[in-house]
Every structure is written in C-alpha cells, then in structure tokens.
C-alpha cells in the first residue's frame, strides 16, 4: 500500500489532480501495482479525505492555542501500534512547529487505519507525507529531508 502512495504523492501533486477511482485503478494497475495492493490504497485515502473534511486543520509554523497549553496522551492502543519511534517523531514534528494538533490527529488516526503493529517509522513518514499532501500544503525542504532521507545516508558537513 505505502508504495502506491508514494506513487500518488510523486506523480499528482495534490489529491484532486488524480483521476477518479476507476481510471486511478485502470493507471495503477498498468504500472504495475497489485489489485489488493491499489484497494487498500485508495481506502485508506478515501478515509484520509473524510479525516480532512471533519475537521479544521491548522497551519504548520502558526501557532494554535491549543498547542501550547495542551499534551497528547495517547492510549494503549494508539501506543502499541505507533511504538516509541513513531510517537518520538510526532513530538519532534510538533515541537518543530511543522505538525500542529490537527494535523497530528489525522497522522494519529491514519496510522492507526493500517493496523499494523508496531507501524515501521519509514511508514509513519509517507503517512505524514499523504496528510500535507491531502491538504495541498509541501512540508519545508528539512521536513521533506526528514521525510526522504534515511538517517545512514545523511551526510554531515
């Protein structure tokens, strides 16, 4: 599934560039992706567009009042899927103002949409990635290196 969203996000660079589903089908399947594998994809973007929809979403880099004076608890189950590496990296996009509440939220629940347990970091990313994307928003150029580049292949000057 993360590699068909990777392929939505580098080919239509925002959600309503895409073809309807059925002719979205029709390309992905001729690129090569399996049938599951497009199915669960375009699901789970179907859900991250109602995510979107249901609620207003922030700015990154604006300040909400929440944001200062509230703390995310995340339950036993949001804990168990997300682990401790993906939690870490929420904490440091919010800290970082690039991932207001919000948008947190939508990671949040997205991710939890895969089910997999614990989700892989690496995962985690393009679901961050998918949310700016499904808001028409690019993350800054050290958040997309934080989204891209795998902490081995940085290279220190």
Sequence with gaps: ???VLVYLYENY????????????????????FEKDEIREALQWLDGLAHTAQA??????GEPTPA??????????????????AS???????ESAGVL????????????????ERPIELEDLKIIVLMVFWSLGEEPDALILDELFVDAEDRVIH
């Design 1 to 3: 599934m993360f590699e």
């Design 13 to 32: 660079w925002r959600p309503d560039a895409c073809p309807e589903a059925p002719q979205l089908q029709r390309k992905l399947s001729a690129v090569g």
């Design 55 to 60: 609620g207003a979403v922030g700015t990154p």
């Design 67 to 84: 944001a200062s004076d509230s703390l995310r608890v995340y339950t036993t189950a949001e804990h168990e899927l997300l682990g401790e």
């Design 87 to 93: 939690i870490g990296f929420i904490s440091f996009l």
């Design 100 to 115: 207001p509440p919000a948008m947190r939220e939508m990671v949040v629940d997205r991710a939890m949409a895969v089910g």
